[in-house]
């Protein structure tokens, strides 16, 4: 369970985030009421939520998810793979000592967006991709082994970051669209496939019982429905824009 969301607010500079692709500009007030959206289904699903300011030196900084993997034991500090954003971990690092007692850090050559890291119980999942390498990944199963856990790595061929494709959802349920619905390491899961063409819905939250997901992909939202989860649905369309989603928005600890 979780009791706690760190959130960024967006900031104007949005409008420059990275981004592969071609939906057009994110509308900076129409982001911050999507942002607003979500801060309160947390809040719903029971989390006290931490609310940074925007800071416009950054402009993808409203994904906190990227800069930092919180576990039961230590926070791990990570280091952004996109040049642009590894300036993003020194205020989260701040926050994050007020929480955890261990904070640690990963540091280069080793690059780590925790975007590419899923949680199943102790064991992480770290998906190796543009933005993630191995010096990064093997910095984290380090780490994750000091405290009992334990890390493994998963290759990307196509998505930005493993949980762009890919969500735990508890209980052994786990959803996943394109290269991730064979992959040999997710088949002791319950699979719940999502479709090629509302793959944006492959990275939904699960939230002390409840599954966060975007709003807008009908056949997920029904999928997720039948393996018995009650759903929120958050319009994130501005920040699938600049590649980002549900994920992404928030540290939940
Ligand atoms: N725009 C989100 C990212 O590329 O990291």
């Not at 960024?8 to 999507?34: D, F, H, M, V, W």
């Not at 900084?61 to 034991?73: G, M, Q």
């Not at 390498?133 to 990307?156: C, D, F, P, V």
Request: charged share 25%.
């Amino acid at each position: 369970m979780f009791t706690n969301a760190i959130v960024r607010i967006p900031c104007e500079n949005i409008i420059n985030g990275l981004t592969t692709s071609s939906l057009g500009i994110p509308n900076y007030e129409k982001a911050l009421l999507q942002h607003q959206d979500y801060i309160n289904a947390l809040k719903k699903c029971g989390l006290e939520v931490i609310i940074l300011p925007a800071d416009n030196n950054f402009p993808d900084s409203t994904f906190v998810e990227d800069t930092a993997l919180l576990t039961k034991h230590c926070a791990i500090i990570s280091n952004p793979g996109a040049y642009s954003r590894k300036g993003e971990v020194k205020e989260v690092k701040n926050v994050l000592k007020e929480f955890f007692e261990i904070v640690e850090e990963i540091n280069d050559p080793g690059t780590v967006e925790p975007g590419d890291i899923m949680a199943v119980g102790s064991h992480y999942y770290i998906g190796l991709s543009k933005r993630t390498n191995e010096s990064g990944a093997a910095q984290i199963i380090s780490i994750l082994r000091k405290y009992g856990m334990t890390g493994s790595t998963i290759k990307l061929k196509e998505m930005l970051h493993l949980k762009t494709g890919v969500a735990y959802l508890e209980n052994n349920n786990l959803v996943a669209c394109g290269e991730f619905i064979n992959k040999p390491e997710f088949q002791k899961f319950n699979i719940i496939e999502i479709d090629d063409d509302e793959s944006y819905a492959a990275n939904c939250i699960w939230v002390n019982g409840t599954v966060i997901i975007p709003k807008g992909y009908p056949k997920s939202k029904a999928s997720i429905q039948d393996a018995g989860y009650g759903i929120r649905e958050v319009d994130t369309s501005e920040f699938k824009k600049i590649d980002g989603g549900l994920s992404c928005l928030s540290l939940r600890f």
